[in-house]
């Protein structure tokens, strides 16, 4: 699956609270917090992006609390995936589990500028700088989490592992 | 092998575990709260299936938004406490309860040794007992209820020696805060922090939970300690299970030794808006405050409000600020009436809340507005944490806490002891 949207920039540390603050966390549904998505690092984000646009982030993106809700927040804004130089813990963990794509590349992040037009190939892990005309290349997911993805996220790959576990 | 690598070896039925290694550990204790148990049910029922592996391995604690701060809260507690009650899950209710990592320990709910992960990131807690705890989110909670187990990346570990003795004053807060800036909030991404040396040795058991707490604010997946005479103590009255003591191997490798001589450092305060912004008190005093709070996963056990009273005893809060005391559980809020420090709190000028995460997280129950500053116990100041995002929040232990209380200002206890 090829991405095509507009790299929206953020810097390191971008943590959980930023991304979407506990204040809104008393409800859980996706296009709720949506609504309050990035709201205390750029309160103009939700008018600035389209659906299909990109974050690019540097260093520990998504550190903070274990909140499964700021990927759920991401992704129901519109947000194809996020491209950061590393992730926090929690976070990857997360977005994995839920479906958000995420691409760990600190080149892209050195050389993506904000609004430059992005080509992402989910498959190949390579990001397209149309701009700029560069093609870079993210780390690989390593195998076990790219079983997790193949089987659709990890309610998926739970139930196939039960079913094995029922049927021996 | 070191600590953490025995523990997970012992936990996926290998002799041998190295950094890098995938496993899928069993569970001895999963843990959910009000705020990401909603979403773990949901996903839970997803997989179809009719009961949870172990009710009595799983433990869900309202304590974030209770009590009930409003109409969608209320409903998430209400959601959380009736799946408790279907599948017989370890429950505590409003009034019975404390902040997570505050009572799980005092319960006795965690042991050496053990594996426990929670929807929680504080869940690490609990390294303070020589168990391995990390937090996870909901999803990963929801396959652990069905399964008993979950997958995991076997983390590298970096060791960190604490020389010297603390002076006065200086307790875990400070330890934790002074390595947090010293790494950064990403010193630790992926790895486990394992706490020793003479200093930490020194320090008390609630001591040792504020530094575990705070592992995952150098990134960290676990924050450990090895058992020694003082966890032994603690166990004494509260384990109701049998449990192993590991120890590392006197070989054991390590990614990274850190050696800290701690005899000479200061309290630390954490500037606006990263823990690792952390500074010597000297650095910092004199930035006037609106607003105190003592409390949280952090600083919420008895020996912080003992340590807050012995300043706060017979003086008077500054009229410009406010000083909430969050004792972290009822046990904790018993014994403090006990032995009179809540006597001391409200007549200092200060609000006693019942147990909650409540403004740690910018929930309720002391909400700053646009600009106020706030010097905290708690363990984040992030953008718009505590409430406005144009608000700022400064943390530190408990002496300086209740100091600048009194002070109107931050300072240390030195300042406002008199007779001393």
Known sequence: MVIRGRAHKFGSNI??????????LNVSEPEELARHCMEDVDPDFLKKMEPGDVIVAGANFGCG????????AIKAAGISCVIASSFARIFYRNAI????????SGEAYQRIEEGDILEVDLENGTIKDV??????????????????ISSGGLVEYTRRRIKGLDGN | MNLVERILAAHSGRSKVSPGDFIMPRLDLILANDITAPLAIKEFRRLGLKRVFDPGKIVFVPDHFTPNKDIPSAEQAKMVREFAREQGIIYFEVGRLGIEHVLLPEQGLVL????????????CTYGALGAFATGMGSTDIAMAMATGDTWMKVP???????????????????????????IGVDGALYAALEFSGEAVKNISMDGRFTMANMAIEAGAKAGIFEVDEKTLLYLKPRAKRPYA????????EYSRVIEFDVSSIEPQVSLPHSPANAVPLSKTKGVKIDQVVIGSCTNGRLEDLEIAARILEGAKIHPD?????????????????KEGLIEIFVSAGAVVSPPTCGPCLGGHMGILAAGEKCLSTTNRNFVGRMGHPSSEVYLSNPAIAAASAIAGQITGPEEVIQGD
């Open chain 1, 15 to 24: 943590d959980t609270d930023g991304i979407i603050p506990a204040r809104y």
């Open chain 1, 65 to 72: 609390s274990s909140r499964e809700h700021a990927p759920l």
């Open chain 1, 97 to 104: 589990n839920i479906g958000l794509p995420l691409l760990e």
């Open chain 1, 131 to 148: 701009n700029k005309g560069v093609t870079l290349t993210a780390k690989p997911y390593p195998p076990f989490m790219r079983e997790i």
């Open chain 2, 112 to 123: 050496p040794g053990e594996v426990v992960i929670g929807a929680d990131s504080h869940t």
């Open chain 2, 156 to 182: 590298e570990t970096i060791k960190v020696i604490y020389h010297g003795r603390v002076g006065q004053w200086v307790g875990g807060k400070d330890l934790i805060l002074y390595t947090i800036g010293q």
């Open chain 2, 245 to 252: 003591v590991y120890q590392g191997d006197n070989d054991a």
């Open chain 2, 321 to 337: 600020v406010r000083l909430i005391v969050i004792p972290g559980s009822s046990k904790v809020y018993l014994d403090a009436l």
